[in-house]
């Protein structure tokens, strides 16, 4: 984790039992809506990907419309046309290209959030770790201690490599209000947005421990079938 300390937080989807709670991931799709969009794309996700975390079919046509893309098909002319977003359509990036996105943020570039949490968590089913290290980000922001350096344009961040980041602080509370009344403290929105990333990185990251631990269901259950197998059919030899 970049030589940073991250705190374990507890998440609703780590561990064998796991599971993603639809209304955390539908907060945090708000914040990253809200908030985060403003800077990062998440380019693997589509609008339709919002039915997995429970929006409707006229929730996602609604958030998609909301947009407005440039279709893949220019016009007779060969100019671009602009429409609505669509279900079908990735999710829009904030910036034409990483020269624009650039120039915004003094020189720093967003990254994408599709694979960050991947990205930033350990091997394996470790996938909540991702979680913890964005969730430590995102509430790390202080002010520095005194006498250390603070580049221009750059904030003081202790769940950050080298404590200084380009990001601005983006939380703050009350920053979004949540369509489900849920409190919106800094907290909650690290929490709520954090555990949405890890979804968009791994929409199937449950399926993933299900799909293990029934294999090792059934490995056991055919071990015990064969033992006892094994035992009926040399039972008769001796
Ligand atoms: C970097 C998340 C909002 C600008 C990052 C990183 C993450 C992140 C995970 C990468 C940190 C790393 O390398 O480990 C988020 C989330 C946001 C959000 C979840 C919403 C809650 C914003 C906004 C802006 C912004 C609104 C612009 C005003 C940047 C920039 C960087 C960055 C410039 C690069 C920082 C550097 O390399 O020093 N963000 N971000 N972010 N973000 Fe954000």
């Known amino acids: 984790h970049h030589g940073v300390h991250v705190e374990k937080e507890s998440w609703s989807f780590q561990g064998f039992f796991g599971k993603f709670d639809k209304a955390q991931l539908q907060r945090g799709f708000q914040v990253y809506n809200e908030v985060c969009a403003a800077c990062h794309s998440l380019d693997l996700v589509h609008y339709r990907n919002l039915t997995e975390i429970g929006l409707t079919e006229a929730q996602v046509k609604e958030v998609a419309a909301a947009v407005t893309v440039v279709d ?50 350990g091997a394996g089913f470790g996938a909540h770790e991702g979680a913890d290290y964005l969730h430590g980000l995102l509430t790390g922001y202080q002010e520095p201690p005194a006498g250390f350096e603070l580049a221009d344009g750059m904030q003081y961040n202790e769940g950050f490599l080298g404590f200084q980041i380009a990001m601005p602080n983006p939380l703050s509370d009350g920053g979004v209000t949540y369509a489900d009344g849920t409190e919106a403290t800094v907290d909650q929105q690290a929490r709520d947005v ?8 791994e929409p199937n990251y449950e399926n993933r421990i299900y799909t293990g631990m029934k294999a090792m269901l059934f490995l056991i259950v055919f071990t015990l079938i064969a033992y006892a197998v094994k035992r009926r059919v040399w039972a008769k030899i001796h």
């Open 72 to 121: 893949a098909m220019p016009d007779e002319n060969g100019d671009p046309v602009e429409r609505p977003g669509l279900p079908s359509d990735p999710f829009k990036a904030p910036f034409a290209n990483e020269q624009a996105a650039r120039a915004s943020n003094n020189g720093a570039l967003p990254p994408d959030l599709s694979l960050i949490a991947r990205s930033r968590a």
């Open 194 to 201: 954090s555990a949405f990333l890890t979804w968009a990185g």
